[in-house]
């Protein structure tokens, strides 16, 4: 009975203490870019249109001409090459299926002199019957001028994607007419 009692003051004496979590708290992320467009379909349609890299080059209205995966485990490794010929390699750390996003880090050996670091992400928010919100961010580190203009890639890019889906959606046709049977 000592025993039980000595173990019960001891767990009191401990419940008592301040407990801390292990893992530091999480912290509000920055962002260098933030861009958001409304597009007139919901957002399943826009994430299936997204992962489907046949269609890059139209939803990116002609500045990525093509995505190519190199790898089939996460971090997944992917080639994007631009209209003016560059490659940029960069590692796709999070796709998220059932909350509509991604996220991809370009790897160094495809940043610029002066940036450090460089992450691109795409949310896809639903916004009522056919319509989606995009929200597109960007995560630059390094000096200033190499970041300015690392920036401002970045904002194209997001500029394009938006000219690009929106176009696209504008061509797509919204129902499909039903065959008649005879």
Known sequence: ??????????????ATRP????????????????????VPVER???????????LVSKLSNGFVQSIVHK??????????????????ENLL?????????????IKESSLPEGVTFAETAI???????????????????GNKEAKAKYLEFMKTEADQYETGLKGYLKGERKAVQMMRMQ
């Open 93 to 105: 750390t999070q796709l998220e299926e059932q909350n509509r996003f991604l996220v991809f880090k």
């Open 123 to 141: 949310f896809l928010k639903e916004k009522g019957d056919n319509q989606c919100e995009v929200i597109w961010r960007g995560l630059i580190k």
């Open 44 to 54: 399943d349609s826009v994430w299936r249109l997204l992962k489907d890299y046949s």
């Open 19 to 38: 407990i801390y979590a292990q893992m530091a708290a999480a912290q509000k992320v920055q962002w260098d870019l933030e861009k958001q467009f409304d």
């Open 71 to 88: 790898d089939d485990v996460m971090p997944i490794l992917r080639e994007s090459t631009y209209k003016d010929g560059t490659k940029r």
């Open 1 to 14: 009975m000592k025993k039980v009692l000595l173990l019960c003051f001891v767990l009191i004496g401990f």
